[in-house]
DNA sequence: TTTTTATGATTAGCCAGCTAACTACTTTTG
DNA sequence: CAAAAGTAGTTAGCTGGCTAATCATAAAAA
């Protein structure tokens, strides 16, 4: 067993999930196996494109919210809202962007606890510059893919996700 | 714009995503981002799993070894490269876990910097408690695909991953 | 009107990932 | 043999995620 080694932890878990598995027990461990190293592979190649631009993910969707919003301006209530993530996260993000002078914090005048966020023209050249190469990673990352195989892809991934909301749903009771 | 709330990150990114994008060009995009909000779903449930157990994915993986392992023991520096993280988090992770009584470090005889790390009892029920579910949990997730389904799951992941690596090989130049 | 409850934003601490730096030790080179 | 280079493990600091707590403010209830 020991004479195994590997430097991606996805194909690392393969051998540990399959162990105590019999042969044909093991169809559905490879497919998670090789679902989670697929996507993660992926996620990387992504995310050193938004590190080429110093993003991340958060911070990228961030200015996408302000760029999108009234007055390039949101609260951070609103954003962490969006984003799905806490207030903490959010105002530790805006934190960092701020220092990096993408955003700007004032004060509220309908209400003091507020601080409202607003993009800055420094942000907004960071978003601009990021949008086509973001597009073309995007594209490039399914590039081999047929027009009948990106249909299949999108309906097995929404049969993975029902399931996985259904068992989901069920966990919480 | 602003009319769109979602609680669930990827969701999120889509509106971003399509903005400014042409209907006829955003194919790969809304696939880029089923795949990103299936897979982190799946993977959600599944980390609730092992946080059920007091286990997080390198936890998990770190037991794996040690089980697999001659006399249950290996060094931090064989970890680091079979889990593919760095010394610096295999050495914070086996701190915590040592704190939970699942390993014992000892000093080696052979090498002065070594610290040989050994699977105790209570770790390896931990693990033995886990796998069936973990084993459980894995089939369920995929319970709702037919074995046809899976062969083209398969092959589809199959042919995405080895365009990754293409990209990411040619972005290393 | 006053008190209680809710809300906005921030911070501390935890986690797991990283990089960089460090000390102690081992191996290689000159 | 001594010096230089390499290696094992740890720590500090950063990031982005979380929970819990906090303070100030606003809204609801009494």
Redesign the pocket.
């Known amino acids: 067993m020991e004479k195994f080694s590997f430097v991606d932890r996805p194909s690392n878990q393969r051998i540990q999930l399959m162990n105590g598995i019999s042969k044909n027990d093991s169809t559905n461990v490879e497919l998670f196996l090789n679902f989670q190293w697929t996507y993660r592979n992926m996620q990387k190649v992504y995310d050193s494109i938004l590190n080429e631009n110093d993003l ?4 990228f969707i961030i200015l996408m919210f302000l760029k999108n919003a009234s007055n390039h301006e949101l ?3 609103v954003i962490s809202e969006k984003l ?13 962007m701020e220092t990096k002078g993408w955003i700007i ?1 004032s004060s509220s005048t309908t ?6 966020v607003q993009l800055t023209t420094k942000g907004s050249k960071i978003l601009e510059k990021f949008l086509p190469k973001n597009f073309n990673t995007v594209n490039q990352l399914f590039s081999s893919l047929t027009n009948e195989e990106i249909k299949q892809f999108t309906y097995l991934l929404s049969k993975i996700q029902k399931n996985t909301q259904k068992f989901a749903s069920e966990m919480e009771k």
């Open positions: 991340s993910e958060s911070r609260l951070p209530s799905g993530a806490t207030r903490a996260t959010v105002s530790k993000l805006l934190k960092a914090k209400d003091k606890r507020s601080i409202p």
